[in-house]
């Protein structure tokens, strides 16, 4: 995940009913289902779980510091998930009133990690893996609205990739995943079901891609020519440049931070462990 900045996160953490609306219109899906797909969890489970969890963020000011507003919106993700969450105090006094029991669910990033950890039952989940998770199953719900060839390009072999590109190849993608370092695609897809590393040259040679997941910072690079006119494009990049450049802003998702903290929250409230790779 890049660091995210203030202005990243401006203005998202107030208008939840717009979230909700875009997500119903271009996902027909709601967040708490959304993240039961992403986790392979039956949807009832994923909400009794959350409406059960005590959430509480601890902000963490240590190397580049706190980043106005992420505590706020990891707060509100919760909330609107249904979950009780308090912004606890930051650092280690935070830490100590969450393990002397002020919540069930721990959410903390520093500069190298971003954890949700089920103090109570178990369970723990990083960001890059859950973030990859939710973007594929948002993209796996716009593939199956639209009709679309199960067949995917990903872009970028960093965490979110490689679990997007993990979770797309179990649910029956073919999966193309692509990174500018070379070697490092084809290194990292050798694990992966379904999955064939390559380098952004040989993109030119294989058929356009109705199918896209964005996981670079650099979405104004990739060719539009390369997708289908009517592609999907699911895009956990930060920052994201593709609004406005789609002919249809239904077959898109982005959002910088709240997906993925959804995909964490529910994965920590059903025990399930996931790491980034
Ligand atoms: O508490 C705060 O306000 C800050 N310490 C939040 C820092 C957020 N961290 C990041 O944006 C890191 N790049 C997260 C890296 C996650 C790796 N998957």
Redesign the pocket.
């Given at each position: 995940?890049?660091?995210?900045s203030e202005a990243d996160l401006a203005g998202q953490a107030g208008d939840w009913a717009a979230y909700a609306r875009r997500m119903r219109e271009n996902l027909a899906v709601e967040l708490p289902e959304l993240c039961a797909r992403a986790l392979d969890l039956p949807d009832d489970m994923v909400r009794r779980r959350l409406a059960a969890a005590r959430v509480g963020i601890?902000?963490?000011?240590?190397?580049?510091?706190?980043?106005g507003g992420?505590?706020e919106l990891l707060a509100a993700t919760a909330a609107f998930l249904g979950c009780p969450a308090d912004i606890l105090p930051?650092d280690a006094a935070g830490f100590a009133q969450a393990r002397a029991g002020a919540c069930d669910i721990l959410l903390?990033?520093?500069?190298?990690?971003?954890l949700a950890e089920n103090l109570r039952d178990g369970g723990r989940a990083?960001?890059?893996w859950a973030t990859g998770r939710g973007f594929a199953a948002a993209l796996d719900s716009m593939a199956c609205r639209h009709h679309l060839e199960r067949r995917a390009l990903v872009l970028g072999a960093g965490?979110v990739g490689c679990s997007a590109a993990a979770w797309l190849g179990g649910h029956g993608y073919a999966v193309s995943l692509c990174d500018t370092v070379p070697g490092r695609a084809q290194a990292r897809a050798a694990g992966l079901p379904t999955c064939t590393g390559l380098e952004p040259a040989a993109l030119a040679a294989l058929p356009p891609f109705a199918c896209l997941l964005d996981a670079t910072p650099t979405g104004a690079c990739f060719p539009r020519e390369r997708l289908t006119h009517g592609a999907c494009v699911s895009a956990p990049g930060v920052p994201c440049r593709w609004p406005g450049r789609l002919p249809d802003a239904r077959r898109f998702w982005h959002d910088p931070l709240q997906l993925g903290t959804a995909v964490m929250l529910a994965a920590a409230a059903c025990g399930m462990e996931g790491e980034?790779a």
């Open positions: 995940m890049t660091r995210l601890v902000p963490v000011s240590s190397g580049e510091g706190r980043i992420f505590a930051p903390w990033a520093d500069d190298e990690t971003y990083e960001n890059g965490p980034d």
